[in-house]
């Protein structure tokens, strides 16, 4: 019986590890965000500063979308 | 009747004009340009044999003279930014070629699980489609961008009347130093390597008086035209 167990626990293991990573990487790039936001202030250096924080908001966004993406189908 | 032998008294004579007067006298000094004052920043730019670029960087310029769309905190009224420095760009080849070496991984992987030395069947197709999709996305998010932003924010600028280094590395670490002009005392470059010799990048050195910490422009492009522009400054800076 406790064989049927072991492709579910496997499943539910990698279900679990990859939104815990996702989710410790959407912090990461909150991190990212909010350094971006604050070197700007410390020195803007024209568009491209912009430019990184728009990037930076970006990579967040899809990193939620992966997040859920991971939630519905694994 | 008047005494037409009399001599004139020399004190009293004008001066003899001649050609060669001029030449005797002492050669004039070179014009300095005050440092301060917006209104003295071209002739400030033409006296240290800078180029006006109009003020835009891009995304990868490492070396860049009179960067006037460039704003910084802390920045004084009269102050004008003369001088705009990062590592050259060459020197983000290490960082560039691990990851092109990261995002291999995955393909490596599959190409020997066709050829049966592993499986990869560790989920089903769409499953594997999101860890690797995940995969590039942390390769392309995390390391490409942070290393770039690393490049990107770890600025050297050279103002008339500070000069600034801005330290930013792995993401939480930032730290930034000035000094006037006048605490500046000795100025010197180093350029050891093939690739610093041929694409003509180098370490800056900049000692300051007293306990104040010294600076170095690491890896900066140009850096005989970097200490010529230094030496200049310096050379109309009342020392403290």
């Known amino acids: 019986m406790l064989e049927n167990f072991g492709p579910i626990i496997q499943d539910y293991l990698l279900k679990g590890g990859f939104l815990i990573l996702s989710g410790v990487y959407i912090i990461f790039l909150i991190v990212v965000l909010q350094q971006a936001k604050a070197m700007k202030r410390v020195i803007d250096a024209g568009p491209v500063s912009n430019l990184l924080i728009y990037f930076a908001l970006a990579n967040i966004l899809v990193g939620i979308l992966i997040f859920v993406a991971a939630l519905v189908i694994l | ?240």
């Open chain 2, 1 to 240: 009747m008047p005494d037409i032998f009399i001599d004139q008294d020399p004190q009293d004579a004008p001066p003899i004009q001649s050609e060669t007067s001029e030449s005797l006298e002492k050669p004039a000094e070179k014009k300095q340009v005050p440092l301060t004052g917006m209104h003295n920043k071209h002739e400030l730019l033409k006296s240290l044999g800078m180029k006006s670029h109009g003020g835009g960087l891009h995304a990868l310029s490492s070396y860049f003279e009179d960067p006037s769309k460039v704003n910084f905190t802390n920045k004084l009224d009269e102050e004008i930014l003369l001088l705009f420095l990062r590592r050259h760009f060459l020197t983000n080849l290490p960082w560039f070629l691990k990851a092109f070496a990261l995002s291999l991984i995955p393909v490596i992987f599959e190409v020997l699980s066709t050829f049966g030395f592993f499986s990869s069947n560790f989920t089903d197709p769409t499953g594997k489609l999101l860890v690797y999709g995940f995969y590039y996305f942390f390769v392309l998010s995390g390391y490409i961008f942070v290393n770039y932003m690393t490049w990107f924010y770890n600025i050297s600028l050279v103002t008339n009347i500070r000069i600034i280094d801005i330290d930013y590395s792995e993401i939480v670490f930032e730290h930034v130093d000035a000094t006037k002009l006048s605490q500046v005392e000795d100025v010197g470059y180093k350029q050891i390597g093939i690739l610093r010799s041929i694409f003509d990048y180098g370490d800056v050195h900049l000692q300051t008086a007293g306990t104040v910490t010294n600076f170095e422009f690491l890896a900066v492009p140009h850096p005989e035209n970097v200490i010529r522009i230094i030496n200049n400054l310096l050379g109309r800076t009342p020392h403290a």
